[in-house]
């Protein structure tokens, strides 16, 4: 979305990520001028999905354009709305997918009767929206909330080979012998 706003143009966020660029702007608009349908609404599971929402939102852009007479790439007046309604958007989505997880987890005494604690990180956990979202959800249903500082929430990849490297100090779940493992590369 961030790349479609042509954010790197805005002079607020030019050296910003997308997603912080997108979080910065929000800030300042009103979510309430542009409501996305969420994706997914028609499945009872936790499934996460936000190529339907980014169609939605790509459309919505087309039709800013088009009122305002711009070309792709050109900067929307309304770009700070635009940035708050996806924020929004996507923090809904992830709010009601998390909260059925969390019901499912539960229901099947997958996590513990005292002390669950939700664990959020990637990307996603460094946006304070969504974070402040997570921690009312994780509030309402007793839950703690675990988040790493926003300075390590980047690349869920990162996040994963950190997990390795404790793990493998630790000695713990980490194969010692590579013989059997198999995978094709895509």
């Known amino acids: 979305v961030a790349r479609r706003l042509s954010l790197r143009k805005h ?4 050296s910003m990520s997308g997603g912080k660029a997108i979080e910065h702007l929000a800030q300042s ?18 499934d996460f999905s ?10 919505a852009i087309v039709q800013k354009e088009k009122e305002e007479g711009i070309q792709k790439g050109e900067m929307l007046s309304c770009v700070k709305d635009v ?8 923090a809904v989505h992830i709010i009601q997918r998390t909260y059925r997880a969390m019901l499912f987890c539960i229901k099947n005494n997958i996590l513990p009767s005292k002390n669950a604690t939700l664990v959020v ?8 929206y969504i974070r402040k979202a997570l921690q009312n959800l994780a509030d309402a249903n007793d839950f703690a909330l675990l988040c790493p ?14 997990n390795g490297i404790e793990r493998l100090r630790a000695g713990l ?9 198999r995978y094709e590369p895509r």
């Not at 940035?83 to 996507?90: G, K, L, M, P, S």
């Not at 779940?173 to 493992?181: F, K, P, Q, R």
């Open 50 to 59: 936000f190529s339907g929402l980014q169609n939605r939102v790509n459309n």
């Open 149 to 162: 500082p926003p300075r390590l929430c980047t690349d869920n990849g990162v996040m994963i080979a950190w």
């Open 173 to 181: 779940g980490v194969l010692h012998s590579t013989a059997g493992i």
């Open 11 to 14: 002079p607020e966020c030019h």
């Open 83 to 90: 940035a708050a309604a996806v924020q929004h958007a996507v």
């Open 121 to 128: 990180s990637g990307g996603v956990a460094s946006n304070q």
């Open 29 to 46: 608009g009103n979510q309430a001028l542009l409501t996305f349908q969420l994706p997914l609404q028609q499945y009872r599971n936790c």
